[in-house]
């Protein structure tokens, strides 16, 4: 199996590739800012799962990796709730994007809860 046939990693990957087009329309004032910070955590929840399914063979290394993807997970939810504040982003555009970071975060601890399951 590869890791992206992870579920968790698939939708981290969809919720990233969607933050990175919407954060297109933000003002570019904040291209190092907000955009780069919010495109940069919601890309790094998937890379921190590559990086811990490659090291599942070892219990305590994929935990540690997995629990770095759940942190990042909990920082796009931050960024988003500053883009809502800055009203980059709607009301429901938030809510719709903290409900699917709110997902991968529950796939995210099942494989921490459950790190035989992806042993080889």
């Given at each position: 199996m590869s890791f992206k046939t992870l579920l968790a990693y698939q939708k981290g990957f969809d919720l990233a590739m969607e933050i990175?087009?919407?954060t297109k329309a933000f003002p570019k004032s904040e291209m190092f800012g907000l955009t780069s910070q919010m495109v940069c955590s919601s890309r790094s929840v998937c890379s921190n799962i590559a990086e811990g399914y490659r090291k599942r063979r070892y219990e305590k290394h994929?935990?540690?990796k997995i629990s770095d993807a759940d942190s990042e997970n909990s920082e796009t939810q931050l960024w988003l709730d500053f883009a809502l504040a800055c009203n980059y982003i709607s009301e429901e555009?938030?809510?719709?994007?903290i409900d699917k970071s709110h997902e991968i975060g529950k796939l995210?601890?099942?494989?921490?809860n459950n790190p035989q399951k992806f042993g080889l």
């Open positions: 990175f087009h919407l994929f935990i540690s555009k938030n809510k719709e994007l995210i601890n099942y494989m921490i």
